[in-house]
């Protein structure tokens, strides 16, 4: 069960973040500020404190806060993001960790290690850690050597098409695994109760277990019914103009 969140407001520049989809135009900075503040409130009705951090207009993507770190049971990892737009966003998130982690279960991936929390899905005390153009090999080693540290346990996945290793898997505990594109048929994963994302939908397979509730992104009804049909309480959060930046729902949020 997690107790906190981190989040991260999103700044004007926003506008000028990284895309890999221009066709959907720049997002709409008002709308944006609207559905991040309904995100907010969807976490709260989690049962979580969310913590909120000011805006940096000095990084469009800093509102996509899950890149930059990765909080566990054991220790809080700062990254060392692949985007080079993005380096010194980790950097700010470090006295916010400090809050709640003392110094000696803070780890710090140094260059040319690169990682981003995106590529990291943690299952239990197993992390699953995505092999992208963000995150590379020697980031991967020290991840998963500072896992080991702490009592947790990693292991590489190389991914062939999408951006994170989260853009297409959300594991929703219980043993229950969302999954899309490349992953319906991955043989790392067979272990796990897939719950298949329509192809169309592919997107809205980047959705957050938070308390036995699952946010999942407005108006992907086929996803919608599946994690209802598996049990699950469905918030609904509107992330449109998020996707025009690559962004989902996990991306805008640190869960611990």
């Known amino acids: 069960m997690f107790k906190n969140v981190i989040v991260r407001r999103p700044s004007k520049s926003m506008v000028e973040g990284i895309t890999s989809a221009p066709e959907l135009g720049k997002p709409n900075y008002e709308l944006a500020l609207k559905q991040h503040d309904n995100y907010i409130e969807a976490l709260k009705s989690c049962g979580v404190e969310v913590i909120v951090l000011n ?5 469009p993507d800093s509102c996509f806060v899950e890149d930059v770190a990765v909080l566990t049971k054991t220790c809080a990892i700062v990254t060392n993001p692949g985007a080079k737009t993005r380096k010194g966003e980790e950097k700010e998130m470090i006295d916010t960790l400090k809050n709640f982690y003392p110094e000696e279960k803070i780890e710090y991936i140094k260059s040319p290690g690169t990682i981003e929390g995106g590529d990291v ?3 239990g005390d197993h992390f699953y850690i995505g092999l992208s153009e963000r995150t590379n090999e020697e980031g991967a080693k020290q991840f998963i050597k500072a896992l080991e540290k702490h009592g947790c346990t990693g292991s590489v996945v190389p991914l062939k098409e999408v951006l994170h290793l989260k853009t297409g898997l959300a594991y929703l505990e219980n043993n229950n695994l969302l999954v899309a594109g490349e992953f319906v048929d991955h043989p790392t994963f067979d272990q796990f109760n897939k719950i ?12 957050i277990w938070v308390n036995n509730k699952v946010l999942v992104p407005e108006g992907y009804e086929k996803t919608k ?7 699950y309480e469905v918030v609904l959060v509107d992330t449109s103009e998020y996707r025009k930046l690559d962004g989902g729902l996990s991306c805008l949020s640190l869960r611990f």
Do not use: F, P, T
């Not at 298949?196 to 959705?207: D, G, K, R, V």
């Open 55 to 59: 805006a940096d207009e000095r990084y």
């Open 121 to 123: 899905m943690m299952v």
């Open 196 to 207: 298949l994302i329509h192809e169309n939908e592919s997107y809205s397979a980047n959705c």
């Open 225 to 231: 019914e599946v994690i209802e049909g598996a049990g």
